[in-house]
């Protein structure tokens, strides 16, 4: 399977200066290891905090 590593990286709307941008797997393997989600779940307002916890997305949604 082909790396698509490139085409990650022009969709993902993670501001953070991180090496695993584009790499989503690593990225999701990271954040589910830590009970979080990913950048991609969160709106531009909540993804420019950096709290990618359950509970900040459950606060976007407004479940919280
Ligand atoms: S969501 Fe997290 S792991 Fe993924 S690129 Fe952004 S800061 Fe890095």
Redesign the pocket.
């Known amino acids: 399977m082909e790396c698509t590593l490139d085409k990650n990286k022009k969709m ?1 709307n ?1 501001s ?1 200066p ?1 090496s ?2 584009g790499k989503c797997c690593d ?1 999701l393997a ?2 589910r290891s830590n009970g979080e989600l ?2 991609c779940y969160f709106n531009a307002t909540y993804e420019r905090t950096y709290d ?1 916890s359950i509970e900040n997305y459950l606060r976007m949604i407004g479940k919280r």
């Open positions: 993902c993670c953070y991180c695993k941008k990225c990271y954040h990913p950048a990618r």
